[in-house]
C-alpha cells in the first residue's frame, strides 16, 4: 500500500490540502462525493459519489437551482459537468461551467451498475 493512499489524520488545515493536492486519481475519485435529496438520503445514507447519468441539483453559485444530468467528471481537478450549466465567453460562445460536487445534490441516482447498489445499501 503507498504512503500517499492512508488519509490524512492531521488536523493541520495545511496537511490536509497537501494530501488533497499530491493525491494519486484512486484517491482523489473519493471526492467526488455530493450530498442526496431527503427522499434519496432516507434509503440510503447521506452522501454518495456522483457519476455520469445522475441527476443533480446545483446547490451554490450563479446556476442555483439548476438541474441537470452530470456530462462529465474530471477527477484530477475535482469537478463535475452539468448539462444546462454554462458560461458565456467573450467570443459569445457557451461553455461548459465545472462546478466542484460539495456544491451539489443528487436528485435521482442511476442505479444500473449492481456494485453501486450494494455499496449504497450498505450505508
Partial sequence: MCEVCVMVTSSQPRKQRKFRYEAPQHVRSNFINARLSEELSKKYGRTARVIVGDTVKVMRGDAAGTEGKV?????KREKVVVEGV???RADGKEEARPIHPSNLMITKLVLDDPKRVASLERK
Avoid: G, H, L
Avoid at 456530462?71 to 477527477?75: A, K
Fill in 86 to 88: 454554462s458560461v458565456a
Fill in 71 to 75: 456530462r462529465e467528471i474530471d477527477v
